[in-house]
């Protein structure tokens, strides 16, 4: 009560008071009541043009001319004065606004003089340094050569990673004119499979797990990998061992959207006893009317997979197609591919060509993919006379 008597003394002793005080409480009022939190944007009546944010309400000084207090901050705009600032001036990364004109990127015969750009990607279980040595002697340029791999998260894989991390680092440690244009190497995210032997990898029944979980390892290392200025994609799997040194300048001077090599293998024929060769992957072929007549009898979920004598189409593979008195550039068409060794245009998978994990027309990876290109008017072919060679295997 003294209080109150002594405030009121005071307000007849200084009538400035008796005005400012109900200003007092009406802001008061104000701020309790009406105000609403706008830094919450959309909440509150400002709209959001004129939000600002947390770095633009930031308040720290930095010294212009030393660079030891010199923070960048998000603004490209710079304000000076001789002494103090608060925005330094940015620096820009190099790349980081990026135009390209993909009406111009091209994908021609003579890609080598035309500089573009291929991207080899390898779904890679194991390592070979039979694989890596074939890589290395490739007589594309490698400044135009970028490399991606992805890396199943299981026992063979990290295995597989150590020795690629440390060729990889010999290469591009060394002369800054061997190295290759950029490598990505990727975990995989998805579900992989452990090192199976040749015998139960191949067992029809874990075909449809087996490649649904391949073709979901192939989109992610191909979404991560593509880039704008890339004009070809090489599939080239971690077992081929040997191909020719001329082999992206070959297969690209066929100009075509999705071109298959004839994978190989050599081994020794001990009947004859003499080093051979036989056809290795199947996975290369032109539809058959039988192939046609199952598909149409299947249930919508169920899949062909080449190959198996369980699932007879008669379809012409490429790899019974072989004759080495024929030209080496002969071409053959195709409905199928596998992932051996195939060379596919950027723009195919850029228009959304893929590797379907799902039965796709009853297909699934790159036998899926081959179709899907298709259904997109891209033709696909084969070079059943140019021999790419995988790796043999014991088991
Ligand atoms: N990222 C990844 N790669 C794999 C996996 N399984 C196999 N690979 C790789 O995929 C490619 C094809 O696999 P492979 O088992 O050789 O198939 P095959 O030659 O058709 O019997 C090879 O480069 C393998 O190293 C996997 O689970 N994840
Ligand atoms: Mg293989």
Same mark, same amino acid.
């Given at each position: 009560?003294?209080?109150?008597?002594?405030?009121?003394?005071? %307000?007849? +002793?200084?009538?400035?008071?008796?005005?400012?005080?109900?200003?007092? *409480?009406?802001?008061?009022?104000?701020?309790?009541?009406?105000?609403?939190?706008?830094?919450?944007?959309? %909440?509150?009546?400002?709209?959001?043009?004129?939000?600002?944010?947390?770095?633009?309400?930031?308040?720290?000084?930095?010294?212009?001319?030393?660079? #030891?207090?010199?923070?960048? #901050?998000?603004?490209?705009?710079?304000?000076?004065?001789?002494?103090?600032?608060?925005?330094?001036?940015? %620096? !820009?990364?190099?790349?980081?606004?990026?135009?390209?004109? /993909?009406?111009?990127?091209?994908?021609?015969?003579?890609?080598?003089?035309?500089?573009?750009?291929?991207?080899?990607?390898?779904?890679?279980?194991?390592?070979?340094?039979?694989?890596?040595?074939?890589?290395?002697?490739?007589?594309?340029?490698?400044? /135009?050569?970028?490399?991606?791999?992805?890396?199943?998260?299981?026992?063979?894989?990290?295995?597989?990673?150590?020795? /690629?991390?440390?060729?990889?680092?010999?290469?591009?440690?060394?002369?800054?004119?061997?190295?290759? *244009?950029?490598?990505?190497?990727?975990?995989?995210?998805?579900?992989?499979?452990?090192?199976?032997?040749?015998?139960?990898?191949?067992?029809?029944?874990?075909?449809?797990?087996? #490649?649904?979980?391949?073709?979901?390892?192939?989109?992610?290392?191909?979404?991560?990998?593509?880039?704008?200025?890339?004009?070809?994609?090489?599939?080239?799997?971690?077992?081929?061992?040997?191909?020719?040194?001329?082999? !992206?300048?070959?297969?690209?001077?066929?100009?075509?959207?999705?071109? @298959?090599?004839?994978?190989?293998?050599?081994?020794?024929?001990?009947?004859?006893?003499?080093?051979?060769?036989?056809?290795?992957?199947?996975?290369?072929?032109?539809?058959?009317?039988?192939?046609?007549?199952?598909?149409?009898?299947?249930?919508?979920?169920? %899949?062909?997979?080449?190959?198996?004598?369980?699932?007879?189409?008669? #379809?012409?593979?490429?790899?019974?197609?072989?004759?080495?008195?024929?030209?080496?550039?002969?071409?053959?068409?195709?409905?199928?591919?596998?992932?051996?060794?195939?060379?596919? +245009?950027?723009?195919?998978?850029?228009?959304? *060509?893929?590797?379907?994990?799902?039965?796709?027309?009853?297909?699934?990876?790159?036998?899926?993919?081959?179709?899907? @290109?298709?259904?997109?008017?891209?033709?696909?072919?084969?070079?059943?006379?140019?021999?790419?060679?995988?790796?043999?295997?014991?088991?």
């Amino acid at each position: 009560m003294g209080s109150l008597s002594l405030i009121t003394y005071r %307000i007849k +002793k200084n009538p400035i008071l008796t005005l400012l005080l109900p200003l007092i *409480a009406l802001c008061s009022i104000y701020f309790v009541v009406f105000r609403t939190d706008d830094s919450i944007i959309g %909440i509150g009546s400002l709209p959001i043009s004129g939000h600002k944010w947390a770095h633009e309400v930031e308040n720290t000084w930095y010294f212009p001319y030393t660079s #030891r207090f010199k923070m960048p #901050r998000y603004s490209y705009k710079t304000q000076h004065n001789w002494l103090f600032n608060d925005r330094v001036e940015d %620096i !820009i990364p190099e790349g980081h606004i990026a135009h390209y004109d /993909l009406n111009k990127l091209r994908s021609t015969s003579d890609a080598a003089v035309d500089k573009e750009r291929v991207l080899i990607l390898t779904p890679l279980q194991s390592f070979d340094q039979r694989y890596w040595n074939n890589i290395l002697q490739l007589s594309y340029p490698r400044e /135009l050569i970028e490399l991606g791999f992805i890396i199943p998260r299981t026992k063979t894989g990290e295995e597989a990673l150590k020795q /690629l991390e440390i060729a990889i680092k010999n290469v591009q440690s060394d002369k800054k004119n061997q190295r290759f *244009a950029k490598v990505t190497i990727l975990k995989q995210d998805s579900q992989s499979f452990d090192k199976l032997q040749e015998k139960e990898r191949h067992a029809l029944n874990v075909q449809k797990d087996r #490649r649904a979980a391949m073709a979901l390892a192939r989109n992610e290392l191909l979404f991560s990998t593509i880039g704008p200025h890339t004009s070809w994609v090489l599939w080239l799997d971690a077992d081929i061992i040997e191909t020719p040194i001329t082999l !992206i300048q070959d297969m690209t001077a066929h100009d075509k959207p999705v071109l @298959a090599a004839n994978v190989y293998q050599r081994y020794y024929d001990e009947d004859n006893k003499e080093n051979a060769i036989r056809p290795y992957d199947f996975n290369n072929w032109q539809e058959s009317d039988t192939g046609r007549e199952i598909a149409a009898g299947m249930q919508p979920d169920e %899949i062909i997979v080449e190959g198996y004598a369980e699932i007879a189409t008669y #379809r012409p593979l490429m790899a019974h197609y072989y004759n080495k008195n024929n030209p080496i550039g002969e071409e053959m068409m195709l409905d199928g591919v596998g992932g051996g060794c195939t060379l596919v +245009k950027a723009e195919v998978h850029r228009d959304g *060509a893929m590797f379907p994990s799902f039965p796709f027309y009853h297909l699934i990876e790159t036998e899926g993919f081959a179709k899907m @290109a298709k259904r997109l008017n891209y033709e696909v072919y084969g070079l059943p006379n140019y021999l790419v060679y995988h790796k043999e295997e014991f088991n």
